[in-house]
């Protein structure tokens, strides 16, 4: 079995840049031109906000808008990120928790990946960032009971999906986790060794090496959350990367009926 999910995985290699705009370019011509303008629109007047007033509100909302439109300048989104992992670090600093907490409830649902810079490792190798990501590839988290999901999938149709628990660490807006049960293209769930999410995560790019590592000292993988809200969340990964998340609603509506 995986062996089963190495073979799957492997063909999921990140397009190049070239390839997303060729793809990129033949959805926006299957969408209602009115559509197109106004989500150019959206993009345009937060790009201008932001750059005239960078603030944590006015990079939230361009995030928004790029977690919709897929189209803000990548190098603006991860430059508002940072805006924001600044500021909500500045807020932490004497709230008594409040903005961690707050946080935690905001990210139990499903959330699917947006845009992420990747680990430095998948940068290093690619020889650029990652941007907006072609997959649709969803976490869930379940704040009652600790447990975590993540998958990728074609459509509804899981193709491969991780399961695991989760704890969150106040001080630093942390949540580290660690999946013990993998599900390959719908066949039944099954157990992996101490270490084997990591090992998998790091031999396909869609985790970091340094994970291999900290299982190996007992440490746990993680993300040092930076916003959630009703609508996005933004993290840095252990392997150093930046990431934007959108709410999941279809995805959400299947966790909270146990799928």
């Known amino acids: 079995m995986l062996a089963l999910y190495s073979a799957a995985s492997s063909a999921f290699v990140l397009p190049g840049r070239q390839q997303l705009a060729t793809r990129g370019a033949s959805v926006r011509m299957a969408i209602n031109p009115g559509e197109v303008w106004e989500s150019y629109k959206a993009v345009v007047a937060a790009s201008t906000e932001y750059k005239d007033a960078p603030s944590v509100d006015s990079a939230l909302a361009l995030c928004r808008v790029a977690a919709t439109s897929r189209e803000a300048d990548p190098d603006t989104v ?54 907006y990501f072609p997959l649709r590839a969803t976490q869930t988290f379940d704040t009652k009971t600790n447990a975590i999901t993540n998958g990728i999938y074609i459509g509804s149709f899981a193709l491969v999906r991780f399961f695991g628990s989760f704890e969150w660490l106040e001080e630093r807006r942390r949540v580290e986790f660690d999946f013990d049960r993998i599900a390959v293209l719908g066949l039944p769930a099954f157990d992996l060794p101490k270490g084997g999410a990591e090992e998998l995560g790091a031999a396909t790019g869609l985790g970091a090496k340094s994970n291999v590592k900290r299982a190996e000292d007992g440490k746990k993988a993680f993300f040092n959350w930076i916003s959630a809200d009703a609508e996005i969340a933004t993290a840095r990964g252990g392997g150093g990367g930046l990431a934007l998340w959108q709410r999941d609603a279809e995805m959400e509506v299947a966790m909270r009926a146990g799928n």
């Open 78 to 131: 991860c430059e508002e990120m940072l805006t924001v992992e600044k500021g909500m670090r500045d807020t932490a600093k004497d709230d008594g928790g409040e903005l961690s907490r707050s946080t935690l409830q905001s990210l139990d649902g499903a959330w699917r990946l947006v845009f992420t810079t990747g680990t430095v490792e998948m940068q290093s190798k690619l020889g650029r960032k990652v941007d």
